[in-house]
């Protein structure tokens, strides 16, 4: 199982700007997709952002424009760039990497935007 730590999460003014990052270790296989998901309270989990082992880059609509998706593969790592930020942005971000058909997620860190 992929080991995945996130960090960069916390609360910013509507308008700031924040960094995610996530290292992934305990890799057996290749990763293929690396990227990141978001859940807020009483919704399901959505996509927010994902690059391919390619780097082919898949982003939500909702965050087009203002969010960044960038990976470093020689150290395991996925960032995510977060600007203009928005309330309706305010979730538990998780990092999500498949590898080996498997599907690892990381623990969450929450982001918080206020108004």
């Known amino acids: 199982q992929v080991q995945l730590v996130e960090s960069g999460g916390g609360l910013v003014q509507a308008g700031g700007s924040l960094r995610l990052s996530c290292t992934a270790s305990?890799?057996?296989?290749?990763?293929?997709?690396m990227g990141w998901y978001r859940q807020a309270p009483g919704k399901q989990r959505e996509l927010v952002a994902k690059?391919?082992?390619?780097?082919?880059?898949t982003y939500a609509d909702s965050v087009k424009g203002r969010f960044t998706i960038s990976r470093d593969n020689p150290k395991n790592t996925v960032y995510l760039q977060m600007s203009n930020l928005k309330p309706e942005d305010s979730a538990v971000y998780y990092c999500?990497?498949?590898?080996?058909?498997?599907?690892?997620w990381g623990q969450g860190t929450q982001v918080t935007v206020s108004s």
């Open positions: 999500n990497a498949q590898s080996g058909g498997r599907n690892d």
């Open positions: 305990r890799i057996i296989f290749p990763i293929n997709d």
């Open positions: 690059v391919t082992s390619g780097r082919t880059i």
